[in-house]
């Protein structure tokens, strides 16, 4: 500190200029004489502007030393310490579920991650490592115009003023760095998404992804994954993860229990093996090594190179296996199957089933549930009217009206299902026609394996040597299977009782009265 004293007292100057002290010297004794006019022309003489009742401060001072009292120190004059400015800086608007910090270990199974639960005094439940680990994601997506970040500004500052009324500067803040990379824009001190995708936000350097990458395996060091764009797993998606993509899908390594989605197409060049537990579905084309024990589901068409085993298959377009066979399971499959061997030498249960789309079926039960209770409504109203009607004369006004209203109630509903059973009968009409898909065989056809089109079904007793194609043809004015091998010659197929309830219940709702005979 800066000083200047005379043998009774001294003012202290604080190194920061904000802060003058008056105080007696150290040598000061009880009884010193100080006045008050030393002090002030010490005070002038050293350019020091008192603040408000410094001289009554003074005065006090003074007379504390003609009491014979040693006076604490007090402040004569104080400063305004300056307001320096912040350097502007650069919020994060996305949803950023977790960091990579925040992540288990890699392969971390959930065993841990409930013990990991147990450390954090939380229930060690399924639930809780699910919420905790699989669900936390590094990946973080947007959409087309999503604001990701904002920009603000250096804060504003003020100088200030030390205790000779002098300026003390303020430091001035920078301005927030911003590079900005492919697919965003600046408005303001806004950032935008130009497009959906992967926002990527790396030492000031903002960018979106329309692709994402993955370079290992879908772990708990990645976590379940939601991407708009395309999906490139460079390994395998282990058991438990979801992996959905509103674009394609290429798995390098295999695809265990998880739930892959893709409303594209999929590709596994390793191979699924969901181990009854994983779901798979794209929308349009899925392409793999093989498929064991899944349930698959895809719009168009599966195309597999060594077998597919034991699964719940439903494909909108064709199934094609290259060098293997389809064994187990119940494959449907649209617009027909090629396959190398269909079925096993240990004869396997094996249901293929070709012609009627899957999102058909499932609509024929939804519309069955529907049309049974509205049918149970229209019997429920009959019973209430018909004894009305037999006694209309000697009905009241009220009676009548209540009548009246459930007939029309009766119309309505009756309407409904002929709207519904009209659009449910041109569905079926469509897959009965002369144009069937086929069942293409290039090897061989084993026993227990059951064959069903439209409205027909047989099941295959003896093995059969391909090539060979099973269709349906009219022969003899009835509709059969028939199995036509390279040479052209045609083996009509046993029938055996459909066991396909979805016939059944096309039946029952497009032909109520003859069900009820």
Same mark, same amino acid.
């Given at each position: 500190?800066?000083?200047?004293?005379?043998?009774?007292?001294?003012?202290?100057?604080?190194?920061?200029?904000?802060?003058?002290?008056?105080?007696?010297?150290?040598?000061?004794?009880?009884?010193?004489?100080?006045?008050?006019?030393?002090?002030?022309?010490? &005070?002038?003489?050293?350019?020091?502007?008192?603040?408000?009742?410094?001289?009554?401060?003074?005065?006090? $001072?003074?007379?504390?030393?003609?009491?014979?009292?040693?006076?604490?120190?007090?402040?004569?004059?104080?400063?305004?310490?300056?307001?320096?400015?912040?350097?502007?800086?650069?919020?994060?608007? $996305?949803?950023?579920?977790?960091?990579?910090?925040?992540?288990?270990?890699?392969?971390?199974?959930?065993?841990?991650?409930?013990?990991?639960?147990?450390?954090?005094?939380?229930?060690?439940?399924?639930?809780?490592?699910?919420?905790?680990? *699989?669900?936390?994601?590094?990946?973080?997506?947007?959409?087309?115009?999503?604001?990701?970040?904002?920009?603000?500004?250096?804060?504003?500052?003020?100088?200030?003023?030390? &205790?000779?009324?002098?300026?003390?500067?303020?430091?001035?803040?920078?301005?927030?760095?911003?590079?900005?990379?492919?697919?965003?824009?600046?408005?303001?001190?806004?950032? *935008?998404?130009?497009?959906?995708?992967? &926002?990527?936000?790396?030492?000031?350097?903002?960018?979106?992804?329309?692709?994402?990458?993955?370079?290992?395996?879908?772990?708990?060091?990645?976590?379940?994954?939601?991407?708009?764009?395309?999906?490139? #797993?460079?390994?395998?998606?282990?058991?438990?993860?979801?992996?959905?993509?509103?674009?394609?899908?290429? #798995?390098?390594?295999?695809?265990?229990?998880?739930?892959?989605?893709?409303?594209?197409? %999929?590709?596994?060049?390793?191979?699924?093996?969901?181990?009854?537990? +994983?779901?798979?579905?794209? +929308?349009?084309?899925?392409?793999?090594? *093989?498929?064991?024990?899944?349930?698959?589901?895809?719009?168009?068409?599966?195309?597999?190179?060594?077998?597919?085993?034991?699964?719940?298959?439903?494909?909108?377009?064709?199934?094609?296996?290259?060098?293997?066979? %389809?064994?187990?399971?119940?494959?449907?499959?649209?617009?027909?199957?090629?396959?190398?061997?269909? +079925?096993?030498?240990?004869?396997?249960?094996?249901?293929?089933?070709?012609?009627?789309?899957?999102?058909?079926?499932?609509?024929? $039960?939804?519309?069955?549930?529907?049309?049974?209770?509205?049918?149970?409504?229209?019997?429920?109203?009959?019973?209430?009217?018909?004894?009305?009607?037999?006694? %209309?004369?000697?009905?009241?006004?009220?009676?009548?009206?209540?009548?009246?209203?459930?007939?029309?109630?009766?119309?309505?509903?009756?309407?409904?299902?002929?709207?519904?059973?009209?659009?449910?009968?041109?569905?079926?009409?469509?897959?009965?026609?002369?144009?069937?898909?086929?069942?293409?065989?290039?090897?061989? &056809?084993?026993?227990?394996?059951?064959?069903?089109?439209?409205?027909?079904?047989?099941?295959?007793?003896?093995?059969?040597?391909?090539?060979?194609?099973?269709?349906?043809?009219?022969?003899?004015?009835?509709?059969?299977?028939?199995?036509?091998?390279?040479?052209?010659?045609?083996?009509?197929?046993? %029938?055996?009782?459909?066991?396909?309830?979805?016939?059944?219940?096309?039946?029952?709702?497009?032909?109520?009265?003859?069900?009820?005979?």
């Amino acid at each position: 500190m800066a000083s200047t004293a005379s043998k009774m007292f001294c003012v202290k100057i604080s190194d920061d200029m904000l802060t003058a002290t008056l105080a007696l010297t150290p040598d000061a004794l009880p009884g010193t004489s100080v006045s008050v006019d030393d002090i002030t022309a010490e &005070v002038n003489s050293l350019k020091i502007i008192l603040q408000k009742d410094a001289q009554q401060a003074i005065q006090k $001072f003074v007379e504390k030393t003609k009491d014979n009292q040693i006076p604490q120190p007090i402040v004569i004059a104080q400063g305004t310490a300056p307001i320096h400015e912040k350097d502007g800086s650069i919020e994060t608007l $996305f949803d950023k579920k977790t960091t990579p910090q925040d992540s288990p270990p890699k392969n971390e199974n959930a065993q841990q991650a409930a013990k990991n639960s147990q450390a954090n005094n939380k229930p060690a439940t399924p639930e809780n490592a699910n919420q905790s680990h *699989y669900e936390r994601s590094t990946i973080i997506s947007v959409g087309k115009n999503a604001p990701i970040l904002h920009i603000h500004p250096p804060t504003k500052g003020q100088d200030g003023i030390d &205790v000779f009324g002098n300026p003390i500067p303020r430091r001035t803040g920078a301005e927030a760095k911003i590079n900005l990379g492919p697919n965003v824009r600046r408005q303001g001190d806004q950032v *935008y998404a130009d497009c959906e995708g992967r &926002v990527n936000f790396q030492n000031n350097r903002v960018w979106v992804d329309t692709n994402l990458d993955i370079p290992e395996d879908v772990d708990f060091s990645i976590g379940n994954i939601e991407f708009t764009g395309d999906v490139n #797993v460079g390994k395998n998606i282990l058991d438990c993860f979801k992996v959905h993509s509103r674009s394609n899908i290429l #798995v390098r390594g295999f695809i265990e229990a998880a739930e892959v989605h893709a409303e594209k197409s %999929l590709t596994c060049l390793g191979g699924i093996t969901s181990k009854e537990k +994983g779901t798979v579905h794209a +929308g349009e084309d899925i392409i793999s090594k *093989y498929i064991t024990n899944a349930n698959v589901k895809v719009g168009r068409d599966v195309i597999v190179q060594s077998e597919i085993v034991n699964c719940q298959l439903d494909c909108g377009g064709k199934v094609i296996i290259e060098n293997g066979p %389809l064994v187990g399971g119940h494959t449907i499959a649209t617009n027909g199957i090629k396959v190398k061997i269909l +079925g096993s030498e240990a004869g396997v249960p094996t249901l293929v089933d070709v012609g009627i789309d899957q999102s058909l079926r499932e609509k024929c $039960f939804r519309y069955a549930e529907e049309i049974d209770k509205k049918r149970a409504f229209i019997q429920k109203g009959l019973q209430a009217v018909t004894p009305l009607l037999a006694y %209309l004369k000697q009905l009241n006004s009220d009676q009548k009206k209540n009548a009246a209203k459930i007939i029309q109630n009766i119309r309505k509903l009756e309407e409904e299902i002929n709207e519904m059973t009209a659009e449910l009968r041109r569905a079926v009409d469509i897959p009965t026609s002369d144009k069937a898909p086929e069942i293409e065989v290039l090897g061989a &056809v084993f026993a227990d394996v059951t064959l069903r089109f439209p409205r027909l079904e047989a099941k295959i007793i003896e093995p059969l040597k391909g090539p060979v194609k099973f269709t349906t043809k009219t022969v003899e004015e009835i509709r059969r299977i028939v199995a036509i091998d390279n040479s052209g010659y045609m083996q009509t197929l046993r %029938l055996s009782v459909s066991q396909d309830e979805f016939w059944e219940t096309v039946d029952r709702l497009l032909n109520p009265q003859q069900n009820d005979l």
